[in-house]
């Protein structure tokens, strides 16, 4: 049972245009997610996270936003660059759980 | 320095064979973690451990059994070996037991 969802496998984008990576989910009671960043041959990095108490966060020319309503995250890039090609997994657990569900993770291109 | 180190990096085997992957961590952390990810990319637990102590094992066959000599080393032991375990496995930690993660590069293990 994917309980969290990242429903577009790749996704182009041209060079310093807006990178928009969605993940829906289906638990309510997920309260904390997560953002990593993944390159090929490497172990997925950590991004940015949020807090379910909040529905933005910005860190640089990251931003998450968090939907509670609609169980919906996306993740923020801009300016898009070349070096943000990777594959994005959004990540997700409850208050009394103590693991992450992931995604199966966005493959971004950035077109130079 | 790598803070969470995995070897090795690729494992190419025979059903049947019994087969071990190392994961060292030199950030401190106090949890460590094996994840699976599989063809269609879910990326999934299988195994946590906090100080040396096995506190979430998921639904994973007991051909798989993980050993924690000390709080840096988590190590996988699979017996018997079957084609449906060819994936890629990811160690990773964290300082506490829901914390933000670090990944290690991953293990691409194929089962002939």
């Known amino acids: 049972d994917q309980q969290v969802k990242q429903n577009s496998p790749s996704l182009s984008v041209q060079e310093g245009r807006i990178s928009i990576l969605n993940c829906d989910y289906t638990?309510?009671?997920?309260?904390?997610f997560l953002w990593y960043k993944k390159y090929p041959a490497e172990g997925p990095t950590f991004l940015i996270s949020i807090s379910s108490i909040k529905d933005k966060n910005e860190d640089g020319r990251f931003t998450v936003f968090l939907n509670k309503s609609a169980k919906h995250l996306s993740l923020h890039i801009v300016p898009s660059q070349p070096g943000d090609s990777a594959v994005y997994f959004c990540a997700a657990k409850t208050n009394t759980g103590n693991q992450f569900y992931f995604g199966t993770g966005t493959s971004l291109t950035v077109i130079p | 320095d790598t803070a969470v180190s995995q070897t090795p990096k690729y494992l190419v085997t025979q059903m049947g064979n019994d087969k071990s992957i190392k994961c060292e961590q030199n950030?401190?952390?106090?949890?460590m973690y094996w994840y699976k990810q599989d063809s269609k990319k879910f990326l999934k637990i299988m195994f946590s451990y906090n100080n040396k102590e096995l506190i979430i094992n998921e639904t994973v066959p007991n051909r798989f059994s993980p050993k924690s000599p000390d709080k840096a080393h988590l190590n996988l032991h699979i017996n018997s070996l079957e084609l449906g375990d060819s994936a890629v496995y990811f160690c990773a930690s964290s300082q506490v037991l829901d914390g933000i993660q670090y990944f290690g590069a991953g293990t691409r293990l194929s089962v002939l």
């Open positions: 950030l401190g952390h106090d949890t």
């Open positions: 638990n309510s009671m997920f309260d904390y």
